[in-house]
T-cell receptor, first 114, second 109 residues
Framework: DVKVTQSSRYLVKRTGEKVFLECVQD?????MFWYRQDPGLGLRLIYF???????EKGDIPEGYSVSREKKERFSLILESASTNQTSMYLC?????????????FGDGTRLSIL | AQTVTQSQPEMSVQEAETVTLSCTYD???????LFWYKQPPSRQMILVIR??????QNATENRFSVNFQKAAKSFSLKISDSQLGDAAMYFC??????FGKGTRLSVIA
């Protein structure tokens, strides 16, 4: 079975901290994605990557960065956390670039910034 | 702009009845596929059904089926014989990266 694992289900951090959200997939997928999910706004794409060391900005990249040093791992970094980054974060992966491959999602990380 | 619109933020259905969730989209892509994901309270997004845009025949997965109207850019989801386990947020979208804002479905016993 396809497996996307996010390191934490719940995380509480303080304003100004540097926060790392980790995501690992075991399916040898080329594509990986980070979304944030907020009530009434659906899923919004933050960043995605289609290969190791490659990254592309999504719709809302401000305040975030990403790292993909290995194919199976895609990290989301909040450089200096702010309260408006309190949200649910979802990681996903899919097989190769193309328009016909479904995304497989992790369980999400609910991040609270105090 | 590439957008997906789910016009029903919330819906409810009686157990064993049928419900249809609406979705419209706008894209300039010629090759894409459409999908519905389900997100139960457990939070994991689960692919319910997908449809290749070039296929005329509507996709079906057990109790779930779609009504795909390409010219109208409409992609509704029909759930037949609704079950309590169908209660969830449902997201419509198309590849590669565009989701709607979701419809929360409640199932009434």
């Amino acid at each position: 079975d396809v497996k996307v694992t996010q390191s934490s289900r719940y995380l509480v951090k303080r304003t100004g901290e540097k926060v790392f959200l980790e995501c690992v997939q075991d399916m040898d997928h080329e594509n990986m994605f980070w979304y944030r999910q907020d009530p009434g706004l659906g899923l919004r794409l933050i960043y995605f990557s289609y290969d190791v060391k490659m990254k592309e900005k999504g719709d809302i990249p401000e305040g975030y960065s990403v790292s993909r040093e290995k194919k199976e791992r895609f990290s989301l970094i909040l450089e200096s956390a702010s309260t408006n980054q309190t949200s649910m974060y979802l990681c996903a992966s899919s097989l190769r670039v193309g328009n016909n491959q479904p995304q497989h999602f992790g369980d999400g990380t609910r991040l609270s910034i105090l | 702009a590439q957008t997906v619109t789910q016009s029903q933020p919330e819906m409810s259905v009686q157990e064993a009845e049928t419900v249809t969730l609406s979705c419209t989209y706008d894209t300039s892509e010629s090759d894409y596929y459409l999908f519905w994901y389900k997100q139960p309270p457990s939070r994991q997004m689960i692919l319910v059904i997908r449809q290749e845009a070039y296929k005329q025949q509507n996709a079906t997965e057990n109790r779930f089926s779609v009504n795909f109207q390409k010219a109208a850019k409409s992609f509704s989801l029909k759930i037949s014989d609704s079950q309590l386990g169908d209660a969830a947020m449902y997201f419509c979208g198309y590849t590669p990266l565009v989701f709607g804002k979701g419809t929360r479905l409640s199932v009434i016993a």
